[in-house]
């Protein structure tokens, strides 16, 4: 039966701001154009040492209650038990759960759904490839357990055809998995030129930018292979935007190559949008991702975007007819990806207005939600998810 009101969404992340990558970006976008539209959302996460249990955040109520245990497998077993006890106590508040993440998130709305009135469970898994959350489980000690708990959750939705692919082969029913995206706000990330502040912090043109963490996952030691040659022939500057555990051996890295004149290290902003509208194209050359928030951000600004051939990056780029992908091991295969790119304005134009043209048509955040809002529904009144379904 529809309920009364628009449905109240309840999220599930093990982290959440301001411990924040591409999963709980985009929850926030989503969630924060939910309430907008009328909807309460909440979010039920990890308790912050120092930060409030209780916190809003862009009309999303952030519940921090989740007490874990950083002691091996007991992560596991108290984050279970924690988020299973919040959704117990915030069950009148909410008509949906909507994990946002498909491990540990996925196995604690698994076991707890009896326990939850009958509350619909809808799991999408942020990633695929060695850090997405199928190969994780795998890896996790009592797979098969974990498994069949997981399996028990309402519905799956998938932002990939790759992670499509993993889930099923794990076990989820073609009829309890749809095809859904990430979307992007186009008003905000959008073509134009960078303020004349960003300018002054930045290298010489031609720029080419990365944003993200600085992380294994992003595979940035193939962007700095690849740079002596690009530096050479198109005297361009790398542009790495984001923070993380990799940046000190990174700049090393740079520096041994001879490069570091050329790598311009920003840090972490707050928002990409300005450094996005300085450059002269994108790169991503990611060994996992699901649907990057940053892929979709730097084509929504209309920038030429080479992305490494995994993921969600092939289902954004369209099979490479929007963007050029490329081999996340080659780093010969990007220096002359990206100097072609650079020196035909023609070739980047066009590449960064079909870029554009791809996120108005299908990825940018209204119509996303709308199809997320009418997901909701069909859980709700018990109807198949796969009807109707959507894809890229």
């Given at each position: 039966m529809p309920t009364p009101h628009p449905p109240r969404i309840c999220y599930v992340l093990s982290h959440f701001f301001p411990l924040a990558s591409g999963a709980e970006h985009q929850a926030l976008a989503q969630g924060a154009e939910l309430v907008r539209r009328g909807h309460a959302v909440r979010v039920v996460t990890r308790a912050i040492p120092g930060l409030p249990a209780d916190d809003v955040l862009e009309g999303v109520k952030i519940?921090?209650?989740?007490?874990?245990?950083?002691?091996?497998?007991?992560?596991?077993?108290?984050?279970?038990?924690?988020?299973?006890?919040?959704?117990?106590?915030?069950?009148?508040?909410?008509?949906?759960?909507?994990?946002h993440q498909g491990l540990w998130e996925a196995i604690a709305t698994g076991v707890?759904?009896?326990?939850?009135?009958?509350?619909?469970t809808l799991i999408q898994p942020a990633s695929s490839g060695y850090y997405g959350e199928a190969e994780e489980l795998a890896r996790t000690r009592g797979f098969p357990i974990l498994r069949r708990a997981i399996l028990r959750n309402t519905a799956f939705a998938a932002i990939?055809?790759?992670?499509?692919?993993?889930?099923?082969?794990?076990?989820?029913p073609p009829s309890k998995l749809v095809r859904m995206a990430s979307g992007v706000d186009a008003a905000h990330f959008r073509p134009g030129p960078a303020g004349p502040e960003i300018e002054a912090t930045l290298p010489p043109r031609p720029r080419?930018?990365?944003?993200?963490?600085?992380?294994p996952q992003k595979n940035l030691d193939?962007?700095?292979?690849?740079?002596?040659?690009?530096?050479?022939?198109?005297?361009?500057?790398?542009?790495?935007?984001?923070?993380?555990?990799?940046?000190?051996?990174?700049?090393?890295?740079?520096?041994?190559?001879?490069?570091?004149?050329?790598?311009?290290?920003?840090?972490?902003?707050?928002?990409?949008?300005?450094?996005?509208?300085?450059?002269?194209?994108?790169?991503?050359p990611s060994v996992a991702e699901g649907m990057s928030n940053s892929l979709l951000e730097a084509m929504a600004t209309a920038l030429p975007c080479l992305a490494s051939d995994i993921g969600g990056n092939t289902d954004l780029l369209d099979r490479g007819r929007i963007g050029l992908l490329l081999p996340a091991d080659d780093p010969r295969a990007w220096s002359e990806s990206l100097t072609r790119v650079l020196a035909d304005p023609d070739l980047a134009r066009d590449l960064g207005r079909s870029a554009r043209r791809r996120i108005e048509a299908d990825f940018a955040l209204g119509a996303v939600v709308d199809r997320y809002e009418a997901l909701y529904l069909r859980l709700l009144q018990g109807r198949p998810v796969r009807e109707p379904d959507w894809s890229v």
């Open positions: 519940h921090r209650w989740v007490e874990t245990s950083d002691r091996g497998p007991l992560f596991g077993a108290s984050f279970v038990v924690g988020v299973v006890r919040a959704l117990r106590r915030l069950r009148p508040e909410y008509d949906l759960i909507h994990a707890g759904r009896p326990l939850l009135a009958g509350a619909p990939s055809l790759d992670i499509e692919r993993q889930w099923l082969a794990l076990g989820v080419v930018v990365f944003t993200g963490r600085l992380h193939v962007l700095l292979d690849a740079w002596p040659a690009v530096a050479s022939k198109a005297g361009a500057s790398l542009v790495l935007v984001g923070d993380g555990e990799e940046r000190g051996r990174l700049a090393e890295k740079a520096r041994g190559l001879g490069i570091l004149d050329r790598v311009h290290f920003a840090g972490k902003v707050v928002d990409p949008a300005e450094y996005l509208r300085a450059a002269d194209a994108f790169a991503l």
